[in-house]
């Protein structure tokens, strides 16, 4: 039988062994699923690790765009629109995975 403890291992050793792809996937979920919980706290770090996994020199426009789009998600966390930020970050989830983590499985 599993323990806590061991649940836990595994998901660090999972997060530890992830690409960074993956990585963006699970903090859209996280998101998510903190704007479900209305856990404010939880979801202004996610969107600060979104906002800093963004490489403005590779990503170019669209990155400029998701750092607008974050900044927005983070300025609606703090006001209480929740609602709004789980739309935009379930847009971007699926965005993500159609285009970034099927298009890596596929190549």
């Given at each position: 039988m599993?323990?806590?403890?061991?649940?836990?291992?595994?998901?660090?050793?999972?997060?530890?062994?992830?690409?960074?792809?993956?990585?963006?996937?699970k903090?859209?979920?996280?998101?998510?699923?903190?704007?479900?919980?209305?856990?404010?706290?939880?979801?202004?770090?996610?969107?600060?690790?979104?906002i800093?996994?963004?490489?403005?020199?590779?990503?170019?426009?669209?990155?400029?765009?998701?750092?607008?789009?974050?900044?927005?998600?983070?300025?609606?966390?703090?006001?209480?629109?929740?609602?709004?930020?789980?739309?935009?970050?379930?847009?971007?989830?699926?965005?993500?995975?159609?285009?970034?983590?099927?298009?890596?499985?596929?190549?």
């Open positions: 599993y323990t806590t403890q061991h649940i836990r291992q595994y998901q660090q050793q999972a997060l530890a062994s992830a690409t960074p792809e993956v990585l963006i996937a903090l859209y979920d996280l998101g998510i699923a903190s704007c479900h919980r209305k856990d404010r706290a939880k979801l202004r770090a996610v969107l600060v690790e979104l800093s996994s963004l490489d403005f020199e590779r990503g170019g426009e669209i990155a400029e765009r998701l750092h607008m789009i974050y900044e927005y998600c983070m300025h609606q966390s703090a006001t209480g629109d929740l609602d709004t930020v789980c739309t935009l970050l379930s847009g971007l989830r699926d965005a993500w995975r159609e285009g970034v983590l099927h298009r890596k499985v596929a190549a």
